[in-house]
């Protein structure tokens, strides 16, 4: 009797190369999938998210400061993962990125690979969308979502079958706009596809691949999906996103501890009277003075926010340092920055890294 054939292990493709631009001044020292959300790196939601789908064995394609994640994840044993890691050393663009790591993949030419974006916050079903893959024999599958105002992403309209019909990178005309679907950033792809992509150059999968395959007749599958779904490439969205993982509203099985109005990180100080609400986060080592108020905000590993301050749809880098009475609304402070009492920052205003801020210098700022 012959032993039966033992299926390959399921495989992804992480990306998580880009700079983080939008994101500064949080991703002046660290990578973006690097910046806590909800208590820990944005990348632990994904990567227990894709083990919780079944998946085993994920290859990072990395770049901007590619040192730090190996020495966080290490092998991935700890989330039940086999993580390995690959550098660019030249940009490549979403395709030539996927191209770059294929040889680290260990599937068969008609094997699913799971690939997804390292800054989208997503409720997707990625069971469903590899059974969907298979069931429709496509070639490349997509998460599609639905979205109140595409102008901004590249949309994607399907027939009565679900069978990709065009691909319509940021129209901006009503006439233009055919469908409220847009690219969601995960995709499955049998693998014999990631090896036609060129090698050694940029390539975008949005731009160049997916609208060669169709024009080649190859089958592309949308899969709409309209679960919670959130870019994180601004600040003002990632603390958003951080604040739904806390609240429950964006699922993970990665969030340290339990769903609520707050997440304190042990090591933490609060003080008794501070109010902390709307899916705050406190970071280890951090502390919060009395009369405090912090709504729907992430503070960071050590920072400190003083008595009577108010922090509300914010980022506190860490070890940063806001001063009493200060109010912060929408705006972000960079690791190590002090801002002294009785300022005011609002409506996307950026404190840099180290930035020294005198006693009553700003009362308010805006970058609108």
């Not at 039966?4 to 190369?17: D, F, N, T, Y």
Request: charged share 20%; aromatic share 4%; proline share 8%.
């Amino acid at each position: 009797m012959t032993e039966p054939h033992q299926p390959p292990p399921r495989e992804a493709i992480l990306l998580v190369g880009g700079k983080g631009t939008r994101l500064r001044p949080l991703t002046v020292h660290t990578p973006k999938p690097m910046v806590p959300a909800a208590g820990v790196p944005f990348l632990t939601h994904q990567l227990a998210r894709a083990r919780a789908a079944g998946i085993e064995h994920i290859v990072l394609a990395t770049s901007y400061l590619a040192e730090v994640f190996e020495p966080y994840f290490g092998d991935g044993s700890a989330l039940g993962l086999h993580l390995e890691y690959v550098t660019e050393v030249e940009p490549l663009g979403t395709g030539g990125a996927i191209r770059n790591v294929a040889h680290r993949l260990h599937s068969g030419p008609d094997d699913p690979v799971l690939i997804f974006n390292g800054d989208i916050l997503t409720g997707l079903d990625i069971e469903a969308l590899i059974s969907t893959h298979r069931t429709a024999g496509a070639d490349v599958s997509l998460h599609l979502t639905r979205v109140t105002d595409p102008r901004a992403y590249g949309l994607v309209p399907t027939d009565e079958n679900g069978r990709v019909t065009a691909f319509l990178e940021k129209p901006q005309t009503p006439e233009e706009i055919v469908t409220d679907q847009i690219n969601a950033g995960a995709y499955v792809f049998d693998r014999s596809v990631i090896d036609t992509i060129p090698a050694g150059r940029p390539v975008s999968v949005e731009r160049e691949t997916f609208p060669g395959l169709l024009a080649d007749g190859a089958h592309l599958h949308g899969m709409v999906d309209s679960t919670y779904w959130l870019d994180l490439g601004t600040p003002q969205a990632f603390v958003r996103g951080s604040a739904d993982l806390v609240l429950g509203r964006a699922p993970s099985p990665a969030v340290p501890g339990r769903c609520g109005e707050r997440l304190v990180l042990p090591t933490a100080e609060v003080a008794p009277d501070a109010k902390l609400m709307g899916g705050t986060v406190i970071g280890a080592g951090a502390r919060v003075e009395p009369g405090a108020r912090v709504d729907g905000s992430t503070v960071l590993d050590g920072a400190v926010i003083e008595a009577g301050a108010s922090v509300r749809d914010s980022l506190v880098g860490a070890g940063a340092r806001v001063g009493a009475r200060t109010v912060l609304d929408g705006a972000v402070v960079g690791d190590h920055a002090e801002i002294g009492p009785d300022n005011e920052f609002r409506a996307g205003a950026r404190v840099w890294c180290d930035a020294r801020i005198p006693h009553g210098a700003v009362r308010f700022s805006s970058d609108q």
